[in-house]
Nanobody, 120 residues
Framework: QVQLLESGGGLVQAGGSLRLSCAAS????????IGWFRQAPGKQRELIAAISSGANTKYADSVKGRFTISRDNAKKTVYLQMNSLKPEDTAVYYC??????????????WGQGTQVTVSS
């Protein structure tokens, strides 16, 4: 069993940066594909970045070139580096395991997520 905990959100001005962390417990972390999702007010949750067990990455067009997903298996943590933030990036951000690498098929129940607010 793997449990994930998101952290690192906050309030930032447009153009700024944040780094989110997704810390995992459990011994099978290294074989898991992980995705970062976000849900803005009034919108559906969407997969924005994914990293496979082999560290292949995939991004939604809305964040490509600005966000970078990475993983540190020794620390059982996946990161989301967010640069050049825009007000439209404001959302609650979640991580989850993925059934298929890069695909929007989350495995686990959703945690509380971490709030990111970008002011204009």
């Amino acid at each position: 069993q793997v449990q994930l905990l998101e952290s690192g959100g906050g309030l930032v001005q447009a153009g700024g940066s944040l780094r989110l962390s997704c810390a995992a417990s459990g011994s099978t972390f290294t074989i898991n594909h992980i995705g970062w999702f976000r849900q803005a007010p009034g919108k559906q949750r969407e997969l924005i970045a994914a990293i496979s067990s082999g560290a292949n990455t995939k991004y939604a067009d809305s964040v490509k070139g600005r966000f970078t997903i990475s993983r540190d298996n020794a620390k059982k943590t996946v990161y989301l580096q967010m640069n050049s933030l825009k007000p439209e990036d404001t959302a609650v951000y979640y991580c989850n395991r993925l059934r298929v690498a890069g695909a929007d098929f989350p495995i686990d129940d959703w945690g509380q997520g971490t709030q990111v607010t970008v002011s204009s």
